[in-house]
């Protein structure tokens, strides 16, 4: 994907559960997930659930992928080649999140 080594050996050294609940002590946390992503699995937002249960906030948006925009049909050769306005549902999540 066009990242550097460098990047891909300190990716691969972090312990994802303990970044997680260090986050979650200083902070709300709100995970969002694109159900069309075709970089992260569904699944993955499990992960997250099973480390923080209630503790955060969790939204999953049906139709859109990994930027949030549309993804009906796409392929991961085709993701990203056309410009795409990220809905207003994911800006209103946020910003309702923040503004909690």
């Not at 990716?11 to 069309?36: A, R, T």
């Not at 249960?53 to 049909?73: E, K, P, Q, R």
């Not at 080649?81 to 910003?95: F, H, L, N, Q, W």
Request: overall charge negative; proline content about 1%; some cysteine.
């Amino acid at each position: 994907m066009g990242a550097y080594e460098t990047y891909w050996v300190s990716y691969n050294n972090i312990n994802l559960e303990d970044e997680i609940l260090q986050c979650s002590s200083n902070c709300e946390m709100l995970f969002l997930h694109g159900k069309l992503d075709l970089q992260v699995e569904y699944a993955a937002i499990n992960n997250y659930v099973s480390i923080l249960g209630n503790n955060a906030t969790y939204y999953v948006f049906d139709n859109l992928n990994h930027m949030f925009v549309d993804g009906t049909g796409e392929t991961i050769q085709t993701a990203y080649s056309k410009d795409k306005k990220i809905p207003s549902s994911v800006i209103e999540t946020i910003d309702n999140f923040i503004n909690e």
